[in-house]
């Protein structure tokens, strides 16, 4: 987990060295804001055209991303103007992978957000592949159809999970949770945290 405190995002910096991680790019580019923001085929919720975009980036072993998360979803819901990104980055441990991957290929029949929640639910910081799979069956997707979709679409996942990589690796990410709310960039937040920085973000996009 990185410092709490929030920074200006330098969107469009280079792509630094590579951080120790489970998916990596593979290889240096450039990064520009529009690619963060609007990956077409990243999860994105909330209201699609909100005046403020917040962009998670998260590990399903990550406590620090679940112990937010509720506070993240209560937050953008009752402000009603926030249009949420979620970005795979599965740093931590393989099982980490796994999760993402069973949650990008459930975006195929609309149940991401299903997934999402089920694997964010699971307590704990090395949650083992097996425990990631049986949360996604009693999610109430369609594992037949997830599987399928999965072996279908591989190389789109893959080259998703590495986009992830790349971009928080050029914007100098350290770990998650990161989210880039409006113009900056933070860490953990409740739901007291949240609020603020959409009222920061608004200032700031406000400014002249």
Same mark, same amino acid.
């Given at each position: ?19 120790? /991680? ?27 055209? /909100? ?35 979620? +970005? ?106 949240? +609020? ?13």
């Amino acid at each position: 987990m990185r410092r709490r405190d929030v920074m200006l995002l330098a969107a469009g910096a280079a792509l630094a060295a590579t951080a120790p /991680g489970r998916v990596r790019p593979a290889a240096a580019q450039a990064i520009d804001r529009n690619a963060i923001l609007r990956d077409p085929e990243a999860p994105t919720f909330g209201n699609p055209t /909100g005046d403020v975009t917040l962009v998670a980036f998260f590990d399903y072993n990550c406590p620090f991303c679940k112990k937010a998360e509720p506070d993240l979803e209560r937050a953008a819901t009752e402000d009603g103007r926030i249009r949420l990104v979620f +970005k795979d980055w599965p740093i931590l441990t393989e099982a980490s992978v796994v999760g993402a991957r069973l949650a990008l290929a459930a975006a195929y029949q609309d149940g991401y957000a299903l997934v999402h929640r089920a694997l964010m639910a699971i307590p704990g910081r090395r949650v083992p592949e097996e425990q990631m799979r049986e949360a996604v069956r009693r999610s109430g997707v369609d594992l037949a159809r997830l599987q399928a979709d999965h072996d279908r679409n591989s190389d789109k996942i893959t080259a998703l999970l590495r986009r992830n990589a790349a971009q928080a690796e050029a914007i100098g990410l350290q770990g998650t949770p990161s989210y880039l709310i409006g113009p900056f960039r933070t860490s953990t937040l409740d739901y007291a945290g949240f +609020k603020q920085a959409f009222a920061e973000a608004r200032r700031r996009q406000a400014a002249p």
